[in-house]
């Protein structure tokens, strides 16, 4: 056989032949493949951060108006339904209270009779003039009236002064206490409303930043998706590698459609606990800086039962009971009262004269009652009264174990959340290295794009757990501070 001898000039331009004939035959191979068209849109690439628009679709709806937490607190103080009902309610208790207290002032009534008489009886009196004589002889004469007329108006005015009553009495120490209590639900109210529009609110900002994650990861992955699409046209990818990425692209698209679809509602909330006007729109906005800074509390500080409005409710109503116990207790008291009456008669057979005579008369008196017997009621109101104390006292052993309870579940949820916002906070920092170290890597040919996903997928889950863990952690400091009693308004 006869031997093929090559140069080196000629092997140079076999290897030109062979590396053109493998190029026209991977053309050829990407020509029978399936083409899949680059990615029409790309959402916006910039990350909004805070202060946070309501709806990173729209952020011009909202006229511009920006409120922070401290002012989404202030107009719902003053705006809110319920809490302005139960400033209403404190009003309305300081009216009963003056309405069962006018009993001490006196009590003037006007009251009149006209009458007229169809029919007279004839009865007649006999009055006698008696004088004496020098002599020492008496002597009289005799002259015979009508007792009664045709027409009589008799008006009467008559005062009352209440001098000793056990009910006025009961009133009177219980008037104070009544103000109390509707103040406290009037407090009682203010740290719900505080507490439930902070949490509306961080709720409202948890979406708006995970809006803000989803937007940087969609734009993240649309230059992945471009960068992997060259790649397959150039040859240099397989298509499964940009089939991978357009589904991961799609579903970031999808998580940031459904977290703008949700900011919707949670606004809508926020605005129902502010009492804020549902057609209005406005922006919320928050100090990043003071908002970390507010994450910390003491957790060294014990629970104090007395700062609770719980607590200070169940008080008052143990002395509310305590003043009913002492009127039954007191009940035999009798009531003492002053009036004084003064009536003016006028009589006429004639009735166009009727007023032109009068007849005064007055008196002034004392009323005097005392209860002697009252079937045993106010000893049965009595013992009642003291068994309702007992029932108040058990309330209260009651209270402070549920009290307890949830200073024990707000301090131990915060502690946790507080560790796990902690390690999110680490777990974000080393998952962006990783992410950009595998892209990198991918870029120059060293590992499979499966490891791209697996990187991008732990970074965005990252993320989003340090929004959660953040907000979370916010919110269990707010149930921490309703627990201990420290809510301010």
């Known amino acids: ?40 849109h790309v959402p916006d690439t910039n990350k909004i951060g805070f202060p946070v628009m309501p709806n990173a679709t729209d952020t011009g709806k909202n006229g511009g108006i920006y409120l922070n937490l401290r002012q989404c607190i202030d107009y719902a103080l003053t705006h809110q339904p319920a809490l302005n009902k139960s400033l209403i309610n404190v009003d309305i208790t300081r009216q009963t209270n003056a309405v069962n207290l006018a009993g001490w002032l006196p009590q003037v009534n006007a009251s009149g009779n006209l009458v007229h008489y169809i029919q007279q009886s004839n009865t007649n009196i006999s009055t006698t003039t008696s004088g004496t004589t020098g002599a020492g002889t008496s002597t009289g004469s005799s002259s015979t009236l009508r007792s009664s007329y045709a027409n009589t108006f008799v008006p009467e005015l008559a005062v009352s002064q209440a001098i000793v009553s056990p009910e006025l009495l009961y009133n009177s120490r219980s008037a104070p206490l009544l103000v109390k209590q509707a103040q406290q639900v009037t407090d009682s109210t203010k740290i719900y409303v505080v507490a439930a529009v902070s949490k509306a609110f961080y709720n409202v900002l948890l979406t708006l930043q995970q809006i803000n994650v989803l937007k940087e990861d969609t734009a993240r992955l649309g230059r992945n998706l471009r960068d992997t699409y060259h790649q397959y046209k150039s040859g240099i990818v397989d298509e499964t590698d940009y089939l991978q990425a357009t589904i991961t692209l799609n579903n970031s698209k999808t998580q940031l459609k459904q977290a703008n679809e949700n900011v919707i509602p949670q606004y809508a909330a926020l605005k129902q606990l502010m009492g804020y006007e549902p057609e209005k729109q406005f922006n919320v906005t928050i100090d990043t800086v003071q908002m970390m800074n507010d994450i910390r509390i003491d957790t060294t500080k014990q629970l104090q039962y007395e700062k609770r409005v719980e607590y200070q409710q169940i008080i008052t109503r143990r002395d509310l009971q305590f003043e009913l116990t002492h009127y039954y207790k007191y009940a035999y008291i009798p009531t003492v009262s002053g009036f004084f009456n003064y009536n003016l008669q006028f009589a006429n057979n004639n009735f166009p004269s009727l007023l032109s005579n009068s007849y005064p008369s007055s008196l002034i008196g004392l009323s005097l009652n005392i209860p002697i017997f009252t079937g045993f009621a106010r000893v049965h109101n009595l013992r009642k009264s003291r068994l309702q104390e007992q029932e108040i006292h058990w309330d209260e052993v009651d209270l402070r174990s549920q009290l307890y309870k949830e200073y024990a579940s707000g301090l131990a949820g915060y502690k946790s959340n507080l560790y796990n916002f902690n390690m999110q906070q680490k777990n ?31 970074l965005i889950t990252s993320e989003i757990n340090y929004t959660n863990a953040l907000f979370q952690l916010l919110s269990s400091k707010i149930d921490l501070e309703k627990a201990m009693g420290d809510i301010t308004y």
């Open 1 to 40: 056989m006869k031997k093929i001898h090559f140069n080196q000039k000629s092997l140079s331009v076999l290897l030109l032949m062979a590396a053109i004939f493998g190029l026209s035959l991977t053309a050829r191979a990407q020509n029978g493949k399936t083409k899949f068209p680059a990615i029409e």
């Open 428 to 458: 974000v920092a080393m998952a962006r290295r990783v992410y950009f170290v595998v892209n990198l890597q991918y870029k120059q040919g060293i590992v499979a794009y499966l490891n791209v996903i697996t990187a991008e997928s732990n």
